[in-house]
């Protein structure tokens, strides 16, 4: 239950990073956003018990800390573009070989335990099909920090992103009913109820491949 609570509380400061930043350019404090985030990640490095992710969580604090003095504005927007690259490439490396499932069946196995023929599949080109979102993103965040306004940066990273990733859901949920129109497919209520229990187990799962 307290996992939950953390990833709820983690989740809402990520998905009001944008707003923070925005407002903290309009204040003159455009460094709090990174240096609350430096201290989050710093936190998740002393907990990681994986060597290797214990680094990487540690990296990030320190570049962010250095970056909320020194180059305050660009640290602040380029954070969207290490989430979006972190998203690519936990979704990504799942789809090298020996590297188990893809990201988006250790989900589906949760409800299907037994699958049906090409399922899997289907999967693995789902996981693809977000890894290059990812990616994409990441390319838009690092052009809008670089070259857009502050607004536009901001509509982008706290509406735009979020907006394609219903489009994304919704549109691969009414796909689905046609490309396996004989299987019972949970309700949307159900599958994000699934997610958000089991999620930080497959997200670590994951990482300790």
């Given at each position: 239950?307290?996992g939950i609570v ?7 400061l990520f998905?009001?990073y ?16 990174p ?6 990640y710093?936190l998740q490095?002393f907990a990681a018990?994986?060597?290797r ?5 540690a990296s990030?604090a ?7 003095y020194?180059l305050q504005t ?10 979006q690259l972190?998203l690519?490439?936990f979704?990504g490396r799942t789809?090298l070989k020996g590297k ?12 299907f ?5 090409g ?5 693995r ?9 990812f990616a994409?993103?990441?390319?838009m965040?690092?052009?809008?920090a670089?070259w857009g306004?502050?607004f ?5 990273n706290?509406?735009?992103?979020y907006l394609m ?15 396996f129109p ?9 599958t994000?109820?699934?997610?958000i229990?089991?999620?930080r187990k497959?997200w670590l799962d994951v990482q300790a491949?």
């Amino acid at each position: 239950m307290l996992g939950i609570v953390k990833g709820v509380v983690v989740t809402s400061l990520f998905l009001a990073y944008p707003y923070l930043v925005y407002r903290g350019i309009e204040s003159g404090m455009v460094w709090l956003a990174p240096s609350i985030f430096s201290a989050l990640y710093l936190l998740q490095a002393f907990a990681a018990r994986n060597a290797r992710i214990k680094l990487y969580k540690a990296s990030i604090a320190i570049a962010l800390l250095l970056g909320a003095y020194y180059l305050q504005t660009l640290t602040a927007k380029v954070l969207p573009v290490l989430i979006q690259l972190m998203l690519m490439y936990f979704f990504g490396r799942t789809l090298l070989k020996g590297k188990g499932p893809s990201f988006i069946e250790s989900f589906v196995r949760l409800e299907f335990p037994q699958f049906p023929p090409g399922v899997s599949e289907y999967c693995r080109q789902l996981t693809w099909l977000w890894t290059a979102f990812f990616a994409f993103n990441a390319l838009m965040c690092v052009a809008l920090a670089v070259w857009g306004s502050d607004f536009w940066w901001t509509l982008y990273n706290g509406v735009f992103i979020y907006l394609m990733i219903g489009l994304l859901m919704i549109g691969e949920y009414v796909y689905r009913h046609f490309r396996f129109p004989d299987l019972g497919i949970p309700d949307p209520q159900s599958t994000i109820r699934t997610m958000i229990v089991n999620g930080r187990k497959i997200w670590l799962d994951v990482q300790a491949r």
